[in-house]
T-cell receptor, first 110, second 108 residues
Framework: DAGVTQSPTHLIKTRGQQVTLRCSPK?????VSWYQQALGQGPQFIFQ???????QRGNFPDRFSGHQFPNYSSELNVNALLLGDSALYLC?????????FGQGTRLTVV | GIQVEQSPPDLILQEGANSTLRCNFS?????LQWFHQNPWGQLINLFY???GTKQNGRLSATTVATERYSLLYISSSQTTDSGVYFC??????????FGKGTSLLVTP
């Protein structure tokens, strides 16, 4: 079982650019959530996708958007990048209550 | 508002020592998980424990939902136990709410 996989692992972008991060859930999982973790903080919930729909959204601006595909994989898109968007982005998948996380994508905005 | 508080924020132990990490939460929970974040950033599942007690090797956890706290016990600590330990809860809805973590350093 491959577990939750994310790509890329590291990314450097320029302020104002757009970025797409990708996540493949653990086998058998149908729900994908995205979290942002700033340095020294706990992860913060961005949104969750289930059945290709955004089911719940955290306190993040509309610049953050997502998508879930029929195979349950997911993308996180961030437009008009700000320096403050630099963080570790974590994807979690679940089937039921317990969540499992990928290794994360470390985004640096310069 | 929703709060998850972890203590202590930092902990330094010598190899072989035991420790207890605490998580207090502000409301009744549907789910509680403990994670270990390794130096590369990955969150490793330790326990899914909305109530009761579980053990896995040198680690064990207890959640007393009625009193709104959970404890993570680490016995005979090893240097590989170093990292940040997070408690995360579902209050309502689907979001996991994380505490700020306990940063553990185990020295040889």
């Amino acid at each position: 079982d491959a577990g939750v996989t994310q790509s890329p692992t590291h990314l450097i972008k320029t302020r104002g650019q757009q970025v797409t991060l990708r996540c493949s859930p653990k086998s058998g999982h149908d729900t994908v959530s995205w979290y942002q973790q700033a340095l020294g903080q706990g992860p913060q919930f961005i949104f969750q996708y289930y059945e290709e729909e955004e089911r719940q959204r955290g306190n993040f601006p509309d610049r953050f958007s997502g998508h879930q595909f029929p195979n349950y994989s997911s993308e996180l898109n961030v437009n008009a990048l700000l320096l403050g968007d630099s963080a570790l982005y974590l994807c979690a998948s679940s089937y039921g209550a317990e969540a499992f996380f990928g290794q994360g994508t470390r985004l640096t905005v310069v | 508002g929703i709060q998850v508080e972890q203590s202590p924020p930092d902990l330094i132990l010598q190899e072989g020592a035991n420790s207890t990490l605490r998580c207090n939460f502000s409301d009744s929970v549907n789910n509680l998980q403990w994670f270990h974040q390794n130096p590369w950033g990955q969150l490793i599942n330790l326990f899914y424990i909305p109530s009761g007690t579980k053990q896995n090797g040198r680690l064990s956890a207890t959640t007393v939902a009625t009193e709104r706290y959970s404890l993570l016990y680490i016995s005979s600590s090893q240097t590989t136990d170093s990292g940040v330990y997070f408690c995360a809860v579902h209050f309502s809805g689907y979001a996991l709410n994380f505490g700020k973590g306990t940063s553990l350093l185990v020295t040889p």
